[in-house]
């Protein structure tokens, strides 16, 4: 197999890697994953953003809880992360972005 799939500083494939971080991280199995992809359309949770073939929705979760919340593109996944899941912070965003458009 050609380095490119394989995943950086592993010996395993990227599908593999994939998969066992699904399962360490988030207790999801493969099954699991894509019956939520499917229950989303595979489309962002948030955004709605359908992904090019062949990437991935992130699972997201409670940090708190671990609880798995659904499947996010990467960019609202981060997002609210950089908000660290405060409601208040995000509202008060909504707010400044719509008092200055």
């Not at 493969?30 to 948030?46: D, L, T, V």
Request: positive net charge; hydrophobic residues 25%; glycine residues 8%.
């Amino acid at each position: 197999m050609p380095d490119s799939m394989f995943a950086p500083r592993t010996r395993h494939c990227k599908i593999c890697r994939r998969d066992y971080d699904w399962q360490y991280k988030y207790g999801l199995s493969p099954e699991q994953y894509y019956k939520m992809w499917e229950q989303q359309k595979g489309r962002c949770k948030i955004c709605g953003k359908k992904l090019p073939e062949g990437q991935y929705l992130c699972v997201d979760h409670n940090a708190e809880t671990g609880e798995i919340r659904g499947l996010l593109c990467n960019q609202c996944n981060r997002g609210l992360g950089f908000f660290h899941d405060n409601t208040n912070v995000m509202e008060n965003a909504i707010k400044y972005l719509k008092e200055n458009e």
